[in-house]
């Protein structure tokens, strides 16, 4: 299956999920195409005719802004730029957010307004389409003039053959896969190094793959919540929905209508209680996870937005006749809600390890750290301790990054929004996230079979969610080796099917 730019229908987060999940190559629409080469052919004409100088079409970057360049040396120009700018260090961008990179970076410019070569978006799409992945460092991007050092790294290999790249599973010199491919670098015309490195799309990847995270861990929040609060022997009615009409936030309507659902049919649940209310962590959940669901749905509006957007500069409008130099390259849009992103997500961890607490903590009848002869046996004594030392990790990571800046380019550039560190960040507290509620569902299930020696079951639901987690990571009797099974708990949680 292929999928088609189009610059008039909208880019969303489920059609970028479909993609992925069903393996789409990518094409430009004859409408995109048309438009890409229709500001190609203005721009040529715009230099042909203006005696004035250009912005990074005619003259230096940054605070270089003042210096022209001659007609002979602008492709020169360009293609320094590229070089020059691929400045990343530390670790390497994950293979999954370099593709989205691709992908994002030729949304960019099927709007028509970048003043890029058709061949130079093709040769993105063929990239993406031959699984030619650029090796991308995390650091170095200030979220300013558009992510700039990431996406020169990008640029280098894909447009220039120059670099290293990840092809066939390994990693090469780039000149080898182009020879291999049959592929010529591209030469850069006026203003294309900037349009490639100018924009946001090593924020905007990074925030669509955190987003699609976010939206999975959500609901995987919810489901094991609803088998803990069985297995912990928890009170329904802080999840009946009268109580929730008389606040009614949407998020939290939808994650106690939620636990409603999956606890449905349970004998635990419905059994008389001898406790009047349960901890906050149980009693509460609707009120903090329905927080991290509305969040999530504003976040995924403005990522929206912003992958729909042209996000380069200067921005070319040939309909108006105009170059103008603006600041649509600026992050502070994604750099905010990627920090508000982090700090919702995090709360999802934070009353997950509460839960595993009140879980091991010898209530309601449950053994001591879950184990059948605590003494002997630790039992699930240190998982806890390793999802309390994840979720402190987790908070200090949480500090907004939207806040800070340092002045760049002999302060020319001003005000940075370093939205390219809230973006690897962000990243790392829906990992840490995930690994959270793995240890949550891996004490749960612990719990659960408790009950089961009880003679007591839980939903149909939360049963059937057990038998298929039982098939991965066994009830533990006496201690084993616990990390193997907490790395099954994770992996569990990425392979499993949620509706």
Request: aromatic share 8%; charged share 20%.
């Amino acid at each position: 299956m292929t999928y088609y730019f189009n610059p008039d229908e909208k880019l969303t987060l489920a059609k970028i999920q479909e993609i992925i999940d069903n393996h789409y190559t990518l094409a430009l629409s004859d409408e995109a195409a048309a438009r890409i080469q229709k500001c190609r052919d203005y721009l040529n004409h715009k230099m042909e005719t203006q005696k004035e100088p250009i912005y990074g079409v005619t003259t230096g970057f940054g605070s270089l802004c003042n210096i022209s360049i001659s007609k002979e040396q602008l492709s020169q120009l360009q293609k320094n730029l590229v070089m020059s700018h691929a400045c990343g260090v530390g670790d390497e961008v994950p293979a999954e957010v370099v593709r989205l990179m691709l992908l994002l970076k030729a949304q960019n410019f099927c709007f028509g307004y970048s003043g890029a070569q058709l061949q130079t978006v093709q040769r993105l799409i063929d990239c993406y389409n031959n699984d030619v992945l650029p090796v991308v460092y995390q650091q170095g991007s200030l979220g300013a003039s558009g992510d700039l050092c990431p996406l020169a790294n990008l640029m280098l290999p894909a447009i220039l053959g120059m670099g290293d790249v990840y092809y066939k599973g390994q990693r090469t010199d780039a000149q080898e896969v182009y020879r291999q491919l049959g592929w010529q670098p591209i030469e850069l015309q006026s203003k294309e190094g900037l349009a490639l490195l100018n924009g946001t799309q090593f924020m905007s990847s990074y925030a669509v793959w955190s987003l699609l995270k976010a939206q999975r861990l959500s609901r995987q929040a919810d489901l094991i919540l609803s088998l803990s609060l069985d297995a912990f022997d928890g009170r329904i009615e802080p999840f009946y929905e009268s109580l929730h009409m008389v606040r009614p936030h949407r998020g939290q309507l939808e994650t106690a209508e939620a636990v409603r659902r999956y606890t449905e049919g349970s004998q635990i649940i419905a059994r008389h209680k001898e406790h009047v209310q349960d901890p906050y962590s149980f009693r509460c959940a609707p009120q903090v996870h329905g927080a991290a669901k509305d969040t999530i749905r504003y976040v995924a509006s403005v990522v929206e937005t912003e992958i729909n957007s042209t996000t380069d500069n200067p921005i070319v409008l040939p309909d108006d006749d105009m170059v103008i130099s603006g600041g649509h390259f600026h992050g502070e849009p994604l750099a905010m809600v990627l920090d508000f992103l982090a700090i919702a997500v995090a709360e999802l961890g934070s009353i997950s390890e509460r839960r595993t607490y009140q879980l091991i903590d010898a209530k309601r009848g449950l053994p001591s750290f879950l184990v059948a002869k605590p003494g002997l046996n630790s039992g699930f004594m240190i998982p806890q301790y390793a999802a309390a030392s994840i979720v402190s990790q987790t908070k200090q990571l949480c500090t907004p990054c939207s806040v800070d800046s340092i002045t760049s380019s002999q302060n020319q550039e001003d005000l940075v929004s370093m939205g390219g560190n809230a973006a690897t960040k962000c990243f790392r507290v829906m990992e840490n996230v995930e690994r959270v509620l793995a240890i949550e569902l891996f004490n749960a299930a612990q719990a659960l079979d408790f009950r089961h020696q009880e003679g007591l079951k839980s939903s149909p639901c939360i049963e059937q969610l057990v038998a298929d987690y039982r098939k991965v990571v066994p009830f533990v009797d006496i201690d084993t080796v616990m990390y193997r099974l907490i790395h099954a708990s994770v992996n569990f949680l990425q392979t499993m099917k949620i509706a």
